[in-house]
């Protein structure tokens, strides 16, 4: 483990919503947020920057390249004292076919299923464990059914930091399997509603430095960490040719990378590179954020669970205070999906565009398909749609949905039957959108 070094890029934390202050050299309780909002409406803390770091805050004069350490400048720490895997620099895929066929030309898929453990979490994961190492943390923990267990397990392991990863039985096995072979320590509880208590323990009694939530309400993830997700925003902007999109759409849960993205296009445009802001999509599935916008309040609205949904990742009942605050600033929308619309993304993102994103990551697709139905959404908009991490993270749930083949018999002739009968191929002439028959008579059994 690194000696300690002085974090002098950081002056504290600021309440994202009243911007009440507190002092790097006092404790913060990161996962309750500000005290004094805490009664009326739970909201997280910010990093900080001293004056001299914001200051001092160059864009890189290199293009692309490099991972996101190189907008160490906008970082609260340095590239030289950063854990690192290769993170960042993923691909802003131009999807005219799938685009074409939801009615918006100028559709671009943010694919960050390209990172080192095939998620955006990685891009938390880096800053949060280079932030811990550097103050000294002896165990890194979290509260994860996947994605982020993943990631912190992997950095951890490039840390030489033990990990805890606490889950409930069930996770999906591809997850478990990856958490464990970065040697974490995976421990799925009988009781899920325990992990958040256990957790909150280890940070009180051990000392653990937790990188997920373990408070309800939830206010977010480790802040220092959320500040990782403002790369997507630098990227993207670069990607486009120094331009700004006018939607950004994004799979969201709690909202940390909603409320990164959306601080990294403010970062852009404070820095006098930019003098536009998009409108931010949040995809979600019990519809928390979207009932709040349109009742007000600071406060989400906590809803039923009325039905259980595949998309795990964003299956929360209630949304955050940095997420509604994000929206409202950028003038955003939040839109609830059905699985069945999560399902036909996903399934059309494949087939058109080769892309296979996990269920929850494909959310973005869908609710900007149901913004340009309602026309919220023109057609020559720019529009950025995020798929957070690979299809193959939760392959056993896709695979759930897909009906089984009989194998096929009689040689050559037979093959050419079967493909007439499963496939209807030769297919007669289409449209450049693909065969949606053939995909719908793939789908669920």
């Known amino acids: 483990m690194s000696a300690r070094r002085p974090l002098d890029r950081i002056a504290g934390y600021a309440c994202l919503r009243c911007g009440a202050r507190q002092p790097l050299s006092q404790a913060v309780d990161y996962a309750s947020g500000c005290p004094r909002c805490r009664d009326e409406a739970p909201a997280p803390f910010a990093v900080a920057y001293t004056e001299r770091a914001l200051a001092g805050r160059r864009w ?201 993205i959306w601080q990294g296009f403010l970062d852009l445009r404070d820095a006098g590179l930019s003098d536009g802001l998009p409108r931010l999509v949040a995809a979600e599935v019990y519809g928390s954020l979207a009932h709040t916008l349109a009742r007000g309040g600071d406060r989400p609205a906590a809803m039923d669970r009325r039905f259980d949904t595949d998309a795990l990742s964003i299956g929360t009942l209630q949304g955050s205070f940095q997420a509604l605050n994000a929206l409202r600033r950028s003038n955003g929308v939040a839109v609830p999906v059905t699985d069945d619309e999560i399902f036909e993304a996903q399934d059309a993102l494949a087939y058109r565009e080769g892309l296979f994103g996990e269920l929850s990551s494909v959310a973005p697709l869908a609710a900007l398909a149901r913004l340009r139905k309602a026309g ?35 040689g050559f002739e037979g093959v050419m039957g079967y493909l007439a009968d499963h496939y209807r191929f030769p297919a007669p002439a289409e449209g450049p959108g693909g065969n949606d028959q053939q995909s719908r008579e793939r789908r669920r059994a």
Not at 163 to 182: E, P
Not at 192 to 204: D, H, Y
Not at 220 to 243: C, D, M, N, W
Not at 389 to 408: E, I, M, Q, T, Y
Request: glycine letters at 14%; charged letters at 20%.
């Open 60 to 260: 890189p004069e290199h293009r692309l390249g490099g991972g996101l350490w190189r907008y160490e400048g906008f970082l609260p720490l340095r590239a030289g004292d950063a854990v690192m895997l290769g993170e960042g620099d993923t691909p802003l895929v131009a999807a005219g076919r799938y685009g074409g066929s939801i009615g918006i030309d100028g559709l671009f898929i943010k694919d960050e299923s390209r990172n080192p453990t095939w998620s955006h979490k990685d891009r938390f994961s880096t800053v949060a464990v280079s932030y811990a190492r550097t103050t000294g943390a002896a165990v890194l923990a979290t509260s994860s059914s996947g994605n982020a267990g993943a990631s912190l397990a992997a950095y951890a392991a490039k840390a030489g930091v033990p990990c805890i990863v606490l889950t409930f039985a069930g996770t999906a096995g591809a997850m478990a399997a990856q958490i464990r072979k970065y040697g974490a320590l995976l421990v799925p509880l009988a009781d899920k509603a325990e992990r958040w208590p256990v957790l909150a323990e280890g940070v009180r009694r051990q000392g653990w430095f937790a990188a997920s939530p373990y408070r309800a309400p939830v206010v977010g993830s480790h802040p220092v960490g959320v500040e990782g997700y403002k790369t997507i925003a630098y990227e993207t902007f670069e990607q486009l040719g120094r331009r700004v999109p006018d939607w950004f759409a994004v799979p969201t849960a709690y909202g940390d990378m909603l409320a990164g």
């Open 376 to 410: 919220t959404i023109r057609p020559g908009d720019r529009v950025v749609g995020l798929v957070s991490a690979s299809g193959l993270k939760d392959l056993d749930r896709s695979a759930r949905h897909v009906a089984p083949l009989p194998p096929a018999t009689g």
